[in-house]
């Protein structure tokens, strides 16, 4: 079956460091790959996405690319603020299947400091 | 464009009693999904509708739990009877539809504790 596994957290950082949060899936088919952020109190929000190989998906100075090789999809950010504190979830969506359900990893927990 | 609502936002219950939570989707959304989100994991998918059909409901502990969308819009997921391990944040998703590349717009979710 799709899993997802991305590094542990807590992940402590001062401000204006640089993020990675690895991340590598098992698919049986040709998965979308997707970053999801939840900031205290607030639910999932989609962070982005990369649908083929070689894909990067950025947003808000966030970057990952679609990894076939090596079945990953890092999330990276050069310049880390305090508002990006947050928990990050990588996922995937097997576009094989009957629907586009999503199969998350566990969570990686980001503090950033002043 | 108002988002997925849910309710109750908390509840506590003994184990073996029933408890049941609500979900609005999106307007227009004909897909909406219930997934379990136990404390330090990611979200586990429950069941999945696709307007009032079920598209898949694999994972769903159907001896304890059911759900429903009688009407294609909003949705319950009920509990009976509770266990202490069905403590998690219960989240309700909705898309425009089921295809590859359509969002999934998640709801605040319901943080159920089982005493």
């Known amino acids: 079956g799709n899993s997802v596994t991305q590094m542990e957290g807590p992940v402590t950082l001062s401000e204006e460091a640089f993020l990675t949060i690895n991340c590598t899936y098992t698919a049986t088919g040709y998965p979308s790959l997707f970053w999801y952020v939840q900031y205290p109190g607030e639910g999932l929000q989609l962070l982005l996405k990369a649908t083929k190989a070689d894909d990067k998906g950025s947003n808000k100075g966030f970057e990952a690319t679609y990894r076939k090789e090596t079945t990953s999809f890092h999330l990276e950010k050069g310049s880390v603020q305090v508002s990006d504190s947050a928990v990050y979830f990588c996922?995937?969506?097997?576009?094989?299947?009957?629907?586009?359900?999503?199969?998350f990893g566990g969570g990686t927990r980001v503090l950033v400091k002043p | 464009e108002a988002g997925v609502a849910q309710s109750p936002r908390y509840k506590i219950i003994e184990k073996r009693q029933s408890v049941a939570f609500w979900c609005n989707p999106i307007s227009g959304h004909a897909t909406l999904y219930w997934y379990q989100q136990i404390l330090g994991q990611g979200p586990k998918l429950l069941i999945q509708f696709q307007n009032n059909g079920v598209v898949d409901d694999s994972q769903l502990p159907k001896d304890r739990f059911s759900a429903e969308r009688l009407k294609g819009v909003d949705s319950t997921l009920k509990i009976q009877p509770a266990k202490l391990e069905d403590s998690a944040v219960y989240l309700c998703?909705?898309?425009?539809?089921?295809?590859?590349?359509?969002?999934?717009?998640f709801g605040p979710g319901t943080r159920l504790t089982v005493t």
């Open positions: 998703a909705s898309s425009l539809s089921s295809g590859q590349g359509y969002e999934q717009y």
């Open positions: 996922a995937l969506s097997d576009r094989g299947a009957a629907g586009n359900k999503l199969t």
